[in-house]
């Protein structure tokens, strides 16, 4: 089984700042790779598929990037609502494992 | 815009069997516009994916817990549905419907449930 490692836990930010977020793996997922947003008590949201490819209607302030075992998570300007916690899913082998989440909070 | 609703029994006794409905509105399974998944979520955990089904039963099960799940699909009464054979304490979760448009992965979806918490204990 894959293993999907993110770092950091938890990211202190500022409205207005930048959010760099990693997912890694413990072997090749080619860009078979997808991040999902869940804010608490709601259903996670597809943000992006295949590493770099943007769900529909997903702010173009949201990009991935990343292929093989290292893949980013961008928020180039956080907003309010995009505190929260952030998955990351590897669909390249077959159980389909997330990573255990990095949290966005409010610094 | 396709909505998902879950329904079910939110408490199941152990070595029993788990049993989910999803019901799809603003979209027909028939269709075979979607892929149809189940996924969970552990209790202040992460994620865990289940497996999805297509229009034609064909599914697509996550090789941890295969030799205890089944999927079914209703196209008369637009609903999917999971079985999940002999539970214990570690399948108590929240049980996700979900689904993704066919021209996305199949294992990433984009319209979700509400999500259902389904506990096990005696």
């Known amino acids: 089984e894959i293993v999907l490692t993110q770092s950091p836990g938890t990211l202190s930010l500022s409205p207005g700042e930048r959010a760099t977020l990693s997912c890694r793996a413990s072997?090749?997922?080619?860009?078979?790779l997808a991040w999902y947003q869940q804010k608490p008590g709601r259903a996670p949201r597809l943000l992006i598929y295949?590493?770099?490819s943007r769900a529909t209607g997903i702010p173009d302030r949201f990009s991935g990037t990343g292929s093989g075992t290292d893949f980013t998570l961008t928020i180039s300007r956080l907003e309010p609502e995009d505190f929260a916690v952030y998955y990351c899913?590897?669909?390249?082998?077959?159980?389909?494992?997330f990573g255990q989440g990095t949290k966005v909070e409010i610094k | 815009q396709v909505q998902l609703q879950e329904s079910g029994p939110g408490l199941v006794k152990p070595l029993q069997t788990l049993s989910l409905t999803c019901t799809v509105s603003?979209?027909?399974?028939?269709?075979?516009?979607?892929?149809w998944s189940w996924i969970r979520q552990h209790p202040g955990k992460g994620l865990e994916w289940i497996g999805y089904?297509?229009?034609?039963?064909?599914?697509y099960y996550n090789p941890t817990l295969k030799s205890r799940v089944t999927m079914s699909v209703d196209t008369s009464t637009n609903q999917f549905s999971l079985n999940l054979s002999s539970v214990t304490a570690a399948d108590t979760a929240v049980y996700y419907c979900?689904?993704?448009?066919?021209?996305?992965?199949?294992?990433?979806?984009?319209?979700w449930g509400q999500g259902t918490l389904v506990t096990v204990s005696s």
């Open positions: 979900a689904c993704s448009i066919v021209t996305l992965p199949a294992a990433t979806p984009n319209f």
């Open positions: 603003g979209g027909s399974i028939s269709s075979g516009g979607y892929y």
């Open positions: 089904i297509y229009h034609t039963g064909t599914t």
């Open positions: 072997q090749s997922v080619n860009r078979y």
């Open positions: 295949g590493a770099s």
């Open positions: 899913q590897q669909y390249g082998n077959s159980a389909h494992t």
